[in-house]
Each structure stands twice: as C-alpha cells, then as structure tokens.
C-alpha cells in the first residue's frame, strides 16, 4: 500500500503449530515495513475448531463465504505462485481504518487457507491495494 508518505509492506506469517482432536492451533505474526521503519510485532496463537456443526436452520453456503454478506460474483481461474486455481471470486463491502472500502476475493478449496487474493478499492480516491500470498511453505508435502 502506498500514499504521500511511502509505501507499507504487510506481511502475514501463519505457521500450523498443532491439530488435536478438538482444535487446530495456527502461530500468526505480523511485520509492517514503512518507508523509515520496520514493526515485528509478537506472534499470537490462533485457535480453530476442528469440525463444527452447521445448525438446521442455516445454509451450509454461508460458511464458504468470507463474510456473510459477501456476494459470490463469479467463478474464474486465477494463477498464484506459478499455479491455476478454479477460484470463487466474492465482493463485499468493509470499513478498514483508511475508510470504506469495496473487496473483490478470490477463494478456491484447492488453495491451502482458501483466500487467494484480495483487491481494496476505496471510493473515496485513495490508492487501491492488493492482498496476496507470495510465499507458501509446506513442510513434508
């Protein structure tokens, strides 16, 4: 992302740290690189069921989305890190801290952790920015 004072790198380390019978437990830890600066801030464990059961009343579609009221718009082949996924592109709208912005994702169950890229659009003129793996390390596969 970048504005009138630099460019900001955002990167996202996720490492899965354990699967049990209940959870999979996921180490997350955030880098922000500013023109002048470089933020490492301390991972965090992040916790996910396992397996949940979908209640009766709900529709099962719901839990594909990335957000319940995101939109699916197509189904479209998308390249990343040298591959083709058939991919679900969704749109929603999301208040960040830079304002309102409009999201267009591609999703694909093929693609480890599902989210293949995010592109930000903010109506309100600034710069749009993109959200993407660049990076995937699979240990033992």
Known sequence: MSNEVGTTVITTSLELKEVNAAAVLVESQITVKRTNDTTEN??????YPKSQKIPAEMDPELFTR??????????????SLGKSYDATVYEWKAQLESGPMQVKGWFSDKFPGRQIKLEFEN?????????????????NS
């Open 123 to 139: 109506p309100n003129g600034n710069e749009p920015f993109v959200e993407e793996i660049i990076e995937l390390n699979i240990p």
């Open 42 to 47: 301390p991972p965090s464990i992040l916790e």
């Open 66 to 79: 990335p957000l319940p009221d995101a939109k699916k718009v197509a189904a479209e082949p998308i390249e």
